[in-house]
């Protein structure tokens, strides 16, 4: 630990910063949801972190994901880790370039305390929830659906089935385009949420 490391997290709520260092969060897709809500966890403190895409990036992702134009063509998880890594050059880091699989779940993600479902496709969302449940049933799997358009901000909320958690308006779809502003809110929701479930697990 560096001496800067402190002074980060210095105001911080009282008791997490403990509790997160000490955490493991996967992130499933670094879009607009993942990439945003990666930089939220990281600036709370988390501990360590596994980044999952298979993607580069691309000029279209700059509207709303946290990248900047040096870094279209690299690898999202590769331009991802050097800008959570100039937050905190102290936290752990597991980088997985490819595209998921359903048997890659209890595989490469034995390790995180919970899941960000990050993906685009209602399918994809589908059967890595799926897979999660199956393989850690008492593990939280934090989800989006719906961040679509433009405001109505009041849509937006969270609604709880056991250890699945599922964030937006869940009725908005990609054809209303995307705006930075909504997919962030909803990212930040996500982190949020995976925040207070690590934090309350220790604490109960």
């Known amino acids: 630990m560096t001496e800067a490391e402190p002074a980060i997290f210095a105001r911080n709520v009282p008791g997490s910063t403990g509790i997160l260092r000490a955490a493991t969060v996967a992130v499933a897709g670094c879009g607009g949801l993942g990439s945003n809500a990666a930089v939220a966890l ?8 596994i980044l999952a895409d298979h993607d580069v990036v ?6 709303r994901q946290y990248f900047f134009r040096g870094d ?3 690898h999202k998880v590769d331009a991802l880790a050097d800008h959570l890594r100039a937050i905190n050059p102290e936290f752990q880091l597991e980088l997985l370039r490819l595209t998921l699989t359903p048997s890659d779940v209890p595989r490469l993600l034995a390790k ?10 209602a399918d994809s969302k589908g059967w890595l929830i799926e897979s999660w449940c199956r393989a850690f049933p008492n ?9 679509s ?18 964030c937006g308006d869940e009725r908005s779809d990609m054809s209303q385009g995307l705006c930075a502003a909504r997919v962030a809110i909803v990212a930040n929701m996500q982190a949020n949420l995976a925040i207070e479930a690590l934090v309350a697990d220790k604490r109960s």
Do not use: W
């Open 58 to 63: 691309e000029a279209s992702n700059l509207n």
């Open 72 to 74: 279209i063509g690299r």
């Open 139 to 147: 593990r939280k799997v934090i989800c989006a659906s719906g961040v």
């Open 42 to 49: 990281v600036r709370a403190g988390l501990g360590h972190l």
């Open 112 to 121: 995180a305390d919970l899941l960000i479902e990050a993906f685009d496709s």
């Open 149 to 166: 358009g433009l405001g109505k901000t009041e849509l937006i909320a969270v609604r709880r089935a056991g250890n699945i958690l599922l």
